[in-house]
């Protein structure tokens, strides 16, 4: 069975850094493209980044260039999104999700506050 | 950047009915159009790609259709579990893009 798990969001003042992590199990996780997405409450979905399977190539949204940096250890399975200088206005849940053109499999989802 | 526009924004329908859901583009996506739907409290569940394809596990009672920049998703008969907020996504340029959501809710 697929299975994604978010870690690492919480409450950060406007200006700081997380770093969060999705654990991935039950597939070959080097074989596929990995992505962040996320969801202010009550809001819709926005994309934020992707990388493809062997961590060469990454997309990034524009509201998050140049702040956002994803990456991936395929020994460990694990997908990352460094986030620095966060605004109010990246307060989201971050899901990571599996897929090229589409997510076929999404995690929980974790909570990042940015507030002071 | 392609826009995706869903409509309507709210559909209240009763269980038994049928929905019937809309995404356009800004400009043509060919095929590259998926579907998802999201309970509150949950992550999104794909349902349909690259336009019509049905996911894994997804009833036949979803299904997708459209090409370019017209598309629909058609829920033949509507249960109890299928109320929920319903999602387009686009994949074109290295960029990917969401629809604002349709809210599917009980009439």
């Known amino acids: 069975e697929v299975q994604l798990v978010e870690s690492g969001g919480g409450l950060v003042q406007p200006g700081g850094s997380l770093r969060l992590s999705c654990a991935a199990s039950g597939f070959t996780f080097s074989s596929f493209w990995m992505h962040w997405v996320r969801q202010a409450p009550g809001k819709g979905l926005v994309w934020v980044s992707r990388?493809?399977?062997?961590?060469?190539?990454?997309t990034y949204a524009d509201s998050v260039k140049g702040r956002f940096t994803i990456s991936r250890d395929n020994a460990k399975n694990t997908l990352y999104l460094q986030m620095n200088s966060l605004r109010v206005e990246d307060t989201a849940v971050y899901y990571c999700?599996?897929?090229?053109?589409?997510?076929?499999?999404w995690g929980q989802g974790t909570l990042v506050t940015v507030s002071s | 950047e392609i826009v995706l526009t869903q409509s309507p924004g709210t559909l209240s329908l009763s269980p038994g009915e049928r929905a019937t859901l809309s995404c356009r583009a800004s400009?043509?996506?060919?095929?590259?159009l998926a579907w998802y739907q999201q309970k509150p409290g949950q992550a999104p569940r794909l349902l349909i790609y690259?336009?019509?394809s049905r996911a894994t596990g997804i009833p036949d009672r979803f299904s997708g259709s459209g090409s370019g920049t017209d598309f629909t998703l058609t829920i033949s008969r509507l249960e109890p579990e299928d109320f929920a907020v319903y999602y387009c996504q686009q994949y074109g340029s290295s960029s990917y893009t969401f629809g604002q959501g349709t809210n599917l809710e009980i009439k």
């Open positions: 990388i493809n399977s062997d961590g060469s190539s990454t």
């Open positions: 400009q043509s996506v060919a095929s590259y």
């Open positions: 999700a599996r897929g090229g053109n589409h997510f076929d499999s």
């Open positions: 690259g336009a019509s």
